[in-house]
């Protein structure tokens, strides 16, 4: 089927702010690798042949230094899973433009911007990718997924789903109705999440001076903190409980409980009506997390211009230098543990000592080069334990899926309802083939967790030891 094009080029002089109402088609917004705004799309209409002006759906207006762009309802496009065509806009911002957001049913996307932002969306997903700058998003059932974003976020949800992962700012505030609200590798000095019957999932980073606060009515709230973080806990729950994986004493009066740990520097406060509040603490590093903070310094250092933009760069490395000293010890290998916290060392010399009004070239060249000795230190880690993993565990399988020779989706269909996962919850037994087949998988999964930096070595072993014995 034929796509019927759509192009427009806003060249406003002095545009600090876009604001656009969608409801035409899904919509991903981008950086713009111009100095204008560009809109574009492919639209499929339910009858090709039919003479159709898109002009009439389109609409823009200019007031000074804000540009509004209205994209309205067209019953006549394709609609459905099993459309032939898949209706698409795109919208380029250039850097530092601010920009609002209205949609109601239709797909939000919006990847690799560097401007604050607003959206305001009913029922459609909404996902944010590798996004700098301040945030504020309104969704009533929509979910809303946040991957590798910095800066302050101000979320209010009804009851659709808020997921996140490696997000960084100064402040994150929180506030939603029914919808579950997860958090992972987060890392603000103030953190407000308050929720009424949905779950609270928190896994911060270390922080100093931190000021936390979780409320919830009915749902559970889930802490997760790293270890050796020092921290004052205040909870109270009315009919709740606490459960505590820390290792640390608790003061109970009533419903009352406290925790401290060293000087008790980030103050947690958590409060539920019905709710369960539990506490459990992480202190491995997160590679993933560390990495895609390394390659933030690195772009930090290619657009600084100034000693202020310096001052930002020389905080990121202090956070980045703070998490790794925190962090490292979960790494057994003495050897590898030395040559990160070397590596570290190198950096914060190279970073503190760059001229901002000189060639950045080189300074960026030398955090490429301690990236990759970090990243290859960690892989180091990998090969030696999947050179052990592959004399004790000799599985056909467990070799396969390293090198990508299985096809997991051959008979897709089948396999779901044979699969040895789902046939429990069906009402069937597991064969011994299939207890074996399920150990390899788990096996898998846990090289999964050690290759990402979720679980030590030793763990990983514990883990795999305990298989074995099933």
């Known amino acids: 089927m034929k796509a019927m094009k759509l192009r427009h080029v806003f060249n406003y002089v002095g545009i600090e702010k876009v604001m656009i109402r969608n409801y035409l088609a899904p919509l991903s917004i981008l950086p713009s690798e111009t100095d204008k705004v560009e809109l574009t799309g492919d639209l499929y209409l339910v009858d090709p042949a039919e003479d159709f002006d898109f002009e009439e759906y389109v609409s823009a207006s200019f007031n000074e230094t804000e540009l509004k762009i209205e994209l309205d309802e067209l019953s006549e496009l394709e609609q459905g899973f099993f459309s032939l065509g898949k209706s698409s806009i795109s919208l380029m911002i250039p850097k530092g433009v601010k920009l609002s957001v209205e949609t109601d049913n239709l797909p939000l996307s919006v990847q690799n911007l560097d401007v604050d932002l607003e959206i305001s969306n009913e029922n459609g997903p909404v996902m944010?990718?590798?996004?700098?700058?301040?945030?504020?998003?309104?969704?009533?059932?929509?979910?809303?997924?946040?991957?590798?974003?910095?800066?302050?976020?101000?979320?209010?949800?009804?009851?659709?789903?808020?997921?996140?992962?490696?997000?960084?700012?100064?402040?994150?505030?929180?506030?939603?109705?029914?919808?579950?609200?997860?958090?992972?590798?987060?890392?603000?000095k103030a953190v407000e999440i308050e929720n009424e019957n949905g779950v609270i999932y928190y896994e911060t980073l270390p922080v100093e001076g931190g000021n936390f606060r979780f409320e919830n009515e009915n749902g559970i709230v889930h802490l997760v903190l790293p270890e050796d973080f020092d921290f004052e806990l205040n909870a109270k729950t009315a009919l709740g409980t606490l459960k505590s994986k820390i290792d640390i004493q608790i003061t109970r009066d009533d419903d009352s409980f406290h925790m401290i740990r060293g000087t008790g520097d980030t103050k947690i406060e958590i409060i539920t009506e019905n709710g369960m509040i539990k506490l459990s603490s992480d202190g491995h590093m997160n590679l993933s997390f560390l990495m895609m903070k390394l390659a933030q310094l690195k772009d930090g250092i290619n657009i600084t211009m100034s000693d202020q933009d310096k001052e930002k760069v020389m905080k990121l490395m202090e956070n980045i230098s703070a998490y790794v000293e925190k962090t490292v010890k979960s790494i057994d290998e003495e050897k590898i543990q030395s040559t990160i916290i070397d590596a570290i060392g190198k950096l914060k010399e190279t970073v503190s000592g760059f001229d901002v009004y000189e060639t950045k070239d080189k300074v960026v060249s030398n955090v490429d080069k301690i990236s990759k000795e970090i990243g290859e230190s960690?892989?180091?880690?990998?090969?030696?334990?999947?050179?052990?993993?592959?004399?004790?565990?000799?599985?056909?399988?467990?070799?396969?899926?390293?090198?990508?020779?299985?096809?997991?989706f051959k008979n897709y269909f089948k396999k779901v309802f044979d699969s040895p996962l789902i046939k429990p919850y069906l009402g069937g037994d597991l064969s011994d083939k299939e207890k074996d087949l399920v150990n390899e998988r788990s096996r898998i999964k846990i090289l999964e967790m050690l290759e990402a930096g979720k679980i030590t070595s030793e763990e990983a072993e514990r883990l795999l030891k305990a298989i074995s014995k099933e």
């Open 128 to 188: 944010i990718n590798n996004c700098h700058g301040k945030k504020k998003i309104e969704s009533e059932n929509g979910p809303v997924k946040l991957h590798n974003c910095e800066g302050d976020l101000d979320i209010e949800l009804e009851n659709g789903p808020l997921s996140a992962e490696a997000m960084s700012g100064d402040q994150i505030i929180i506030k939603s109705e029914n919808g579950p609200v997860k958090l992972r590798a987060a890392c603000f």
């Open 378 to 408: 960690f892989q180091e880690i990998i090969k030696v334990f999947k050179e052990k993993v592959a004399s004790e565990f000799k599985k056909e399988r467990l070799q396969e899926h390293f090198h990508g020779e299985k096809d997991m």
